[in-house]
Antibody, heavy 119, light 107 residues
């Protein structure tokens, strides 16, 4: 059975950097892309970017380009999302999610990680 | 990035109603359109992919159609567990986009 387990909630000050992890199990890590999705309180889903764990290739949404870094560690079957220069608008739940290919949907999801940005 | 526009943003319906949600892409995306359902405090759940393929385990009252730029999600007979927010998503480009969501509420 596939599981994606994310790291716990974070509280950060404006201007800081947050790094969230997503530990996967139940499948071969390099077989699926890992995506990250942002959801601000009461708002919709915002696709942030993805990583191909097989070759570390990444794609990022224009909105987050330059502030987000998504990586994958094949030695621990863990993906990471790092978001820098945090501002209050980055207060959100962040989800990791998988897809079997660049055109396939997001089929498995983590439980979400709440990041609160507050001074 | 491709823009995805859903309509309506919200709707009120009764159990047993037929519900239709539309999603329009800013450019042709072929059939690379997915639909998700999300309930408060929960991760999204995949309903339909490649415009019309039902995800395993999803009830047959859900169906999807469309290609190119215009897509539709239909719930043939709304059930109590279907009251939620629905999102479309394109997986055509290398940078994906979600629609803004449609909240289905109880009338």
């Amino acid at each position: 059975e596939v599981h994606l387990v994310q790291s716990g909630a974070e509280v950060k000050k404006p201007g800081a950097t947050v790094k969230i992890s997503c530990k996967v199990s139940g499948y071969t890590f390099t077989d699926y892309y890992i995506h990250w999705v942002q959801q601000a309180p009461g708002k919709g889903l915002e696709w942030m970017g993805l990583v191909d764990p097989e070759d570390a290739e990444t794609f990022y949404a224009e909105k987050f380009q330059g502030r987000v870094t998504i990586t994958a560690d094949t030695s621990t079957d863990t993906a990471y999302m790092e978001l820098s220069s945090l501002r209050s608008e980055d207060t959100a739940v962040y989800y990791c999610t998988t897809s079997r290919g660049l055109t396939r949907p997001n089929d498995y999801w983590g439980q979400g990680t709440l990041v609160t940005v507050s001074s | 990035d491709i823009q995805m526009t859903q309509s309506p943003s919200s709707l009120s319906a009764s159990v047993g109603d037929r519900v239709t949600i539309t999603c329009r892409a800013s450019q042709s995306i072929g059939s690379y359109l997915n639909w998700y359902l999300q309930k408060p405090g929960k991760a999204p759940k995949l309903l339909i992919y490649i415009a019309s393929t039902l995800q395993s385990g999803v009830p047959s009252r859900f169906s999807g159609s469309g290609s190119g730029t215009d897509f539709t999600l239909t719930i043939s007979s709304l059930q109590p567990e279907d009251f939620a927010t629905y999102y479309c998503q394109e997986s055509y480009s290398s940078t994906w986009t979600f629609g803004q969501g449609t909240k289905v509420e109880i009338k």
